[in-house]
């Protein structure tokens, strides 16, 4: 039983809001009185208070205790049902860390080695030429094609069904890997899927079965289960939405994925989770320390991502999380290992930003504790350069393949146009560093020997200076044609109507494609990056790659 300090919405028979408050909350966080704790949550969640829309559901565990439950706003708009404590979500990618669990458990018990090749258990997955092994699952460095953007491909649209199998039959017909195993991270689903695989072939059980009986059940989190069947009927659901102008409309995404997604479960259940977390880092336990370990790259270079459990930083504390989304679903679970502290925070609305809101919880806790002040260059005085240094930084800058972000200098001020986006103003902060309120982020420009500036720093991306290409509209018709996919086993035909270029498929129906203005070849549409290839002899146009964020070089090739 847990021991619980505070809790709220507990159903019960004539209260509709149950409270237990006590006093006295943990050392080395704030002390609540009366109310005061409940309010200053409040405060933070006020906005899905308001009547009528999503909401979410919070808890907050310290050093093995929960010491904050409650839920706010509605879990169904139709039903008017608010969201409670033991209201389940679908909590999507949250799941990988139940995966990692699983995984390190059979390490453990000498069933898997972190180091085999998964064609050791996994007979079916095609043979690269480049060795696959359980860690590479694991780190996200495997170069496997991560499956929503290939399916989406494929003819899928985002509110049809994604079902394990689907996944399993695409994994099968992969002709190649993003990249050299090992050699990068890419954020991989498809690898956790392939994990999940791993668990039934070793333990001869289904992976929803082993999380059953060696999770779920002993931990006594009742409302949680890994979904097989998207049919099934799930009590206290809490149902998906996303903002429409005036209101919210509901949002569908039925998907089994269940390795990397399709975990349902409550906040109730996950404080349950957390505790037990928490006492296996006192305790040393070798299952959860392994969960912990890094990456590493071919390299050398430290992957700062372990079994479903990222690494990083908030103001200077150390923090282990993951986040979700999937449809209207927003999740996320926050540790702040030193302080003992862990949020979780399960929303139904897709315009929910979890890390943020778990960000400004763990400030009212921690305020005193962080290690480094909140440095925002937007708050550092604005300056006013002269107009021709401005007149010298316009230009087009590639931050990418296929994204670029162009600078013109309109009115006295320099604006910025990412790629398919939005213009938007940049408030110079010195003579060469801008901010963008819009990103919330600076470009840096960087001078050359000659005093020239022909690059910029955006995050951490160095971005040339590039030269527009000047298209012929006459000469987009080489472009048409039907492409067929063997790997997707699908098929686009691309047209062309008044000198603009459109894909077309069956089920995905017209997809525009803008000219890229760093390559004649490449054009830019809602799949991603189209690049046309031609034939080394004849020159001729003989295909297209297609390339997205988690997926590269996806062969089609042009029918004769």
């Known amino acids: ?56 559901a919070v808890e907050i565990v310290h050093d093995r205790q929960v010491v904050f439950s409650k839920g706010y706003g509605l879990a ?6 608010p969201v409670l404590n033991n209201t389940v979500f679908y909590i999507a990618s949250v799941s990988k860390q139940f995966t990692g669990y699983a995984i390190s458990t059979l390490i453990q018990q000498g069933k898997i080695s972190e180091d085999a090749d998964i064609h050791q258990y996994l007979s079916w997955v095609p043979d690269f030429g480049r060795g696959i092994t359980v860690r590479h699952l694991l780190h996200h460095t495997s170069g496997l094609r991560d499956w929503p953007e290939a399916l989406h491909a494929a003819g899928w649209r985002w509110d049809d069904v994604f079902s394990y199998e689907d996944i399993v039959r695409m994994v099968k017909h992969q002709r190649d890997l993003d990249f050299e195993p090992g050699a990068r991270e890419s954020y991989s689903n498809t690898g956790y899927n392939l994990l999940a695989a791993i668990v039934e072939k070793v333990s001869g059980k289904k992976f929803t079965d082993w999380t059953e009986e060696n999770i779920f059940s002993p931990l006594g989190m009742s409302s949680s289960h890994f979904q097989s069947d998207y049919h099934e009927i799930i009590p206290n659901l809490a149902y998906s939405y996303e903002s429409s102008g005036s209101g919210y409309r509901r949002v569908f995404g039925p998907l089994t994925a269940y390795g990397s997604s399709s975990l349902f479960t409550s906040v109730d259940d996950l404080g349950r989770w957390v505790i037990s977390c928490q006492k296996m880092m006192e305790e040393k336990n070798p299952v959860f320390l392994r969960m912990l370990s890094r990456g590493t790259l071919n390299n050398g270079d430290t992957v700062f991502y372990g079994y479903g459990l990222a690494y990083g930083f908030d103001r200077g504390l150390p923090t282990v999380s993951h986040t979700g989304g999937w449809a209207g679903y927003r999740t996320i679970i926050m540790h702040y290992p030193e302080q003992k502290l862990s949020i979780i925070i399960l929303s139904n609305s897709g315009d929910f930003d979890p890390t943020g809101y778990a960000e400004k919880v763990a400030a009212y806790f921690l305020k005193d504790q962080f290690k480094q002040p909140e440095k925002n260059i937007g708050d550092l005085p604005t300056v006013k350069p002269d107009p021709a240094l401005l007149k010298k930084y316009e230009g087009i800058y590639e931050l990418g393949p296929g994204w670029e972000v162009t600078l013109t200098f309109e009115d006295g001020q320099l604006m910025t146009q990412a790629t398919g986006e939005s213009k938007f103003p940049m408030t110079a902060k010195s003579d060469s560093v801008f901010w963008i309120d819009a990103y919330h982020a600076a470009m840096t420009f960087v001078k050359d020997k000659d005093g020239s500036v022909n690059t910029l720093k955006y995050k951490s991306i160095i971005a040339k200076r590039i030269e ?6 006459h000469m987009i018709s080489r472009f048409a044609g039907t492409y067929y996919s063997p790997e997707l086993l699908t098929e686009y035909s691309v047209t062309t109507d008044s000198g603009k270029l459109a894909m077309h498929h069956f089920h995905l129906g017209d997809i525009a494609l803008l000219q890229d203005i760093g390559s004649a070849d490449q054009f830019l549409g809602d799949l991603g990056l189209v690049r046309f290839t031609r034939d080394s002899s004849s020159h001729e146009v003989s295909g297209f790659l297609l390339s997205g964020g988690r997926v590269k070089n996806l062969r089609f090739d042009k029918k004769r």
Do not use: W
């Not at 200053?40 to 208070?49: G, K, L, V």
């Not at 169904?76 to 049902?81: G, I, K, P, T």
């Open 1 to 56: 039983m847990k021991n619980l300090l505070f809790r709220r919405r507990i159903p019960c028979l004539n209260v509709a809001r149950g409270i237990l408050l006590v006093l006295l909350i943990y050392p080395g966080c704030r002390r609540a009185k009366d109310r005061s704790f409940e309010a200053a949550m409040d405060r933070i969640f006020q906005h899905y208070e308001e009547a009528g829309t999503p909401g979410c």
């Open 76 to 81: 169904n708009l139709e039903h008017r049902s």
């Open 468 to 473: 527009p290409v000047q298209s012929d509209p």
